[in-house]
């Protein structure tokens, strides 16, 4: 089976940073995404690592450690509307996601 | 370029009855993913279509579902008799071939909100 865990909820001041993290155990690994899912809307793709090491694209970087099942998500300077949910999701070797059950990430001024 | 569309943003049913929720993916996507969300738990992988041909059906709960793609465009969900444990929010993805895309990521639409009294 499939075991993806994240923190659930996480809080941070505008201006700073937070770092999401994820642990998976899971039967197959093709590549590991990290969504960003606003209430009511659809979940958006923020990154995806399939290799060892640390992946930047602007305010967000995602790492993964394959040995150790692991990956984090940073997001620096955070800004209001980075209030959101954060998926870890992780693809099989059929393509299929399996995700995490999200981390609320609340911004306050 | 439309994202993937979902229809209908809402529904509301009694047990028993039968509700049909829509995708519509990215024009040109082949792969065609149906997930689903309930209360307090994780997004879980229903089935993917490959075109018009059902590649991987394991996440399906039970035969009250029935997914189709007719033609390899759009595809449908059938909940049938819908029971109160079907509540929860429908997903549809889509993407790209794997040449064609560098992370062939899944675009999400926005979900059916499915609400069965």
């Known amino acids: 089976g499939q075991n993806i865990d994240q923190p659930t909820e996480m809080t941070a001041t505008e201006g700073a940073i937070v770092q999401i993290n994820c642990t998976y155990q899971?039967?197959?690994?093709?590549?590991l995404f990290w969504y960003q899912q606003h209430a009511g809307e659809a979940p958006t793709f923020l990154s995806y690592?399939?290799?060892?090491g640390l992946e930047e694209k602007g305010r967000f970087s995602s790492f993964l450690s394959r040995s150790k099942g692991y990956s984090y998500l940073l997001l620096k300077e955070l800004q209001m509307k980075d209030s959101a949910s954060y998926l870890c999701?992780?693809?099989?070797?059929?393509?299929?996601?399996?995700f995490g059950a999200g981390t609320t990430v609340t911004v306050r001024a | 370029e439309a994202g993937v569309t979902q229809f209908p943003s809402h529904s509301v049913i009694e047990k028993g009855q039968t509700v049909t929720l829509r995708c519509d993916p990215i024009?040109?996507?082949?792969?065609l993913y149906w997930y689903r969300r309930v209360m307090g738990k994780e997004i879980k992988f229903l089935l993917h279509?490959?075109?018009?041909?059902?590649?991987?059906e394991s996440g399906m709960p039970n035969n009250r579902f029935l997914a189709e793609r007719t033609g390899g465009t759009y595809s449908t969900l059938k909940v049938q008799p819908a029971e109160l444990e079907d509540s929860g929010v429908y997903f549809c993805?889509?993407?790209?071939?794997?040449?064609?895309?560098?992370?062939?990521?899944?675009?999400f639409g926005p979900g059916t909100r499915l609400t069965v009294l």
């Open positions: 993805a889509s993407s790209q071939e794997t040449s064609g895309s560098l992370y062939n990521e899944q675009f």
């Open positions: 899971t039967s197959g690994f093709n590549g």
């Open positions: 690592n399939v290799l060892d």
């Open positions: 999701a992780v693809r099989d070797d059929d393509y299929k996601l399996s």
């Open positions: 024009s040109g996507h082949d792969n």
């Open positions: 279509f490959v075109k018009e041909s059902k590649q991987d």
